[in-house]
């Protein structure tokens, strides 16, 4: 069974800037797509980057030029770099691992973006 682990949320003021990490005990991703997806009080859960197994990137519009998702092999561990965080990021944040009809998730980690 894989399980993933997310830490990194926290408090933060507007502007500021957190990392996420999402770790796991085998080398999914060199196999699997990586998500990070987040989840607000009252909307959908919607997928914020993902980086496929072949190490290619793709973002939301609303996080494109301030998230940088990447991963360490050697740590089988994915990340979430933020940076100039808006009160609109506050979410719970959740990784992803993804192959086909393989689906894992983690138990999230609470972003809060507030002065």
């Known amino acids: 069974q894989v399980q993933l682990v997310e830490s990194g949320g926290g408090l933060v003021q507007p502007g500021g800037s957190l990392r996420l990490s999402c770790a796991t005990s085998g080398s999914i991703f060199r196999v699997y797509a990586g998500n990070w997806y987040r989840q607000a009080p009252g909307k959908q859960r919607e997928l914020v980057a993902s980086i496929t197994s072949g190490g290619r990137p793709d973002y939301a519009d609303s996080v494109k030029g301030r998230f940088t998702i990447f991963r360490d092999i050697t740590k089988n561990t994915l990340y979430l770099q933020m940076n100039s965080l808006k009160p609109e990021d506050t979410a719970v944040y959740y990784c992803?691992?993804?192959?086909?009809?393989?689906?894992?998730w983690g138990q999230g980690t609470q972003v809060t973006v507030s002065s």
């Open positions: 992803n691992a993804r192959q086909l009809q393989d689906d894992y």
